[in-house]
């Protein structure tokens, strides 16, 4: 990996460090920040977590999750992106008019994402290496490169979001360097079983959501090889806080025989229309699907978002150009 000189600087001469996710945390994004909150932390160095919208449920098993605030502090020297490169993703930055804060100091940005679109004008350094399967793989090699401390803490948030993006080490992105740094942790104490059911006792489904999954896959509509179903603002709202509509029936499409694609479209009253793509092996359609409707993502994960739309109109679409993706594949 190439070195960033500027990387060691910028945090040499910072003592209060802000770590900042996008407006769509995941575990990737959330254990990378908890991770380094433990390196700044053994550095000496006061790292504040922040994230403009709240940890969804599914990820409070992520011990340290509360610690993430909602709002910018008014005192920082530097700021580290994470899991994102895109300002599309950091709307709630601009719209709290707390950007300017963040721009008038150092910015560092750490990702993955090959594609991206609308880049973020004020970042003085970025690294983005889409070899590197997880945010947290990235903050690794450049904690390793500049000897920055990993206590076993720090070590298991890494695995973490090895896992969580890497689907436990299933995904095309995997690489020999990934396995590399899951023996690294390992041999530095980290127990993989006992991080494994630490989130499957806590993601364990509600009976109601157990129900509802029922009627997700009874909605489900089957258009060759996509798997696509919408969710209305009234079960956004009844069961959203509980468990996320889009992992709970994503998981089933993709394995349903013949399914490439699936996609979960939430409609929401205010015209908003959102929707959530992941994709089987050999159909690497998603990210660009996804910029087609103002998002982005990976080869095989990816989201978007229309702020009007028609949430049929949008399925229409999408069963359209998913067939003609998967035809010039
Ligand atoms: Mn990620």
Redesign the pocket.
């Known amino acids: 990996m190439a070195d960033y000189p500027e990387i060691k600087d910028i945090i040499s001469s910072s003592q209060r460090i802000l770590v900042i996710q996008a407006d769509n945390p ?1 575990a ?2 959330l254990a990378s920040s908890l991770a380094l909150e433990q390196i700044f932390h053994d550095m000496g160095k006061e790292p504040i977590l922040y994230c403009g919208i709240d940890m969804p449920e599914y990820l409070k098993y992520l011990f340290g999750w509360d610690r993430v605030e909602k709002d910018v502090p008014s005192q920082f020297d530097a700021s580290i992106i994470v ?1 994102t490169s895109t300002m599309t993703l950091l709307e709630k930055l601009t719209s709290s008019g707390s950007q300017g804060w963040v721009a008038a100091k150092p910015v560092i940005v750490l990702d ?1 994402h090959a594609e991206v679109q609308n880049d973020i004008p004020f970042a003085t350094v970025v690294v983005n290496e889409p070899t590197k399967v ?2 947290g793989e990235l903050l690794y090699a450049i904690a390793k490169q500049h000897e920055w401390p990993i206590n076993l803490q720090a070590a298991s948030y890494i695995m973490t979001s090895i896992l969580a ?1 890497s689907m436990g080490l299933a995904t095309e992105n995997t690489s020999a360097a990934t396995y590399r740094v899951m023996a690294e942790l390992v041999d530095s104490g980290v127990n993989r079983p006992q991080l494994e059911e630490q989130r499957r006792s806590f993601n364990k489904m509600p009976p109601s959501i157990f129900k509802y999954k029922a009627e997700l896959i009874e909605r489900t509509e089957l258009h060759d090889q996509l798997a696509i179903v919408t969710v209305p603002q009234a079960e956004i709202n009844e069961y959203s806080p509980l468990y996320n509509p889009a992992p709970l029936i994503q998981n089933d499409h993709l394995l349903t025989a013949g399914v490439l694609v699936s996609i979960v479209i939430k409609q929401y009253d205010s015209g908003r229309v959102t929707g959530a793509i992941r994709c089987n092996q050999g159909a690497p359609i998603a990210a660009k699907l996804a910029e087609e409707l103002n998002g982005g993502g990976h080869a095989y994960a990816a989201g978007f978002k229309v702020d009007k739309g028609d949430a049929s109109e949008i399925k229409q679409k999408c069963i359209e150009r998913v067939k003609t993706l998967l035809e010039s594949k």
């Open positions: 995941d990737d994004s899991d993955h997880s945010t993006d």
